[in-house]
């Protein structure tokens, strides 16, 4: 049972948008990942301890977790998500950024474009690019490949069935090599909090592509490549990594040094896709310690 801070719905730009606030001090907001479907669920209990001096803000955006949802879920866009999250800070006020995976996208778009908004930003096990995105998959499936063979091959029969990706029998078969590709020890898959309405599977292959696992589409691929802007974030920037992401791996998350110099780099040597679930207390250290010195 998931314990759950006070929470409260925002009418956002028209919409109803579920917000949770734990403890007080600098405001610290937490942008959901585990795709773009993902809730605030996936932080859960792992920021509990910021709360002792920091106020810990959880987002659930327009048509995930606990908020509102249209009628059409085609009608969601990345460009949207960014605006009500905008909205939000204009209404709590500013706050350092911690945007994981997806929202870790949400987060460079508001760095760059609305920098009045964000105190810090930190990029915890996300992407750059669509590019990126195309790529993370094509890693899993390598692995999948070379490490479940008995897998891999069922995936192949079923996809010459005509089956896509995020039809159920293949969606079973993939999630057969989540703990062993997105963690440091695969045990720790374990420790993923959920919950009923915790991630939307419906939304999931209208905005991701319905063969998202072999070529990416709808939402995703209009997301903005944000590499030949990242130089141009001003605000403080730290980036974690994952020793052991096996899918967004360390090659691939080196891009941000490249692209954005000016970024603090952070590998969690015991750490998949999931740093603040597998190493919980030094992702904490790094934060206090890149707050305290922007």
Sequence with gaps: ?????????????????????????????????????????????????LAADHRVIYLDLYGRG??????????????????????????LGPAHLY??????????????????????????????????????????????????????ERIQALRLDGLRSTDEPLRQEFAKAAALVRFYHPANAALLADEPGARNQELYPIFCGDDVDFVIGGEVARIPDFRPRLKEIGVPLMV?????????????QRDFRRFAPQARFHMLERSGSFGHVEEAETVHSLLRDFWRQA
């Design 1 to 49: 049972m998931i314990e759950h801070p006070p929470g409260q719905a925002y009418e956002i730009r028209g919409r109803r948008i579920w917000v949770e606030q734990h403890g007080e001090g600098d405001a610290v907001l937490l942008l959901a990942g585990l795709g773009p479907a993902g809730s605030h669920v996936i932080f859960h209990p792992h920021f509990d301890a």
């Design 66 to 91: 606990r908020s509102g949802r249209p009628q059409d879920l085609a009608e969601i866009t990345f460009a949207d998500d960014v605006a009500d999250v905008v909205a939000l800070l204009e209404r």
């Design 99 to 152: 945007g994981f995976s997806y929202g870790g996208l949400i987060a460079q778009a508001i760095a760059l474009d609305h920098p009045a908004m964000a105190r810090t930003v930190t990029l915890a096990n996300t992407l750059h690019s669509p590019e990126m995105w195309q790529l993370n998959h094509a890693n899993i499936n390598r692995e999948l490949a070379t490490q479940l063979p008995e897998v891999w």
């Design 240 to 252: 974690l990594a994952g020793r052991y992401d096996r899918a967004l791996h360390p090659a691939l």
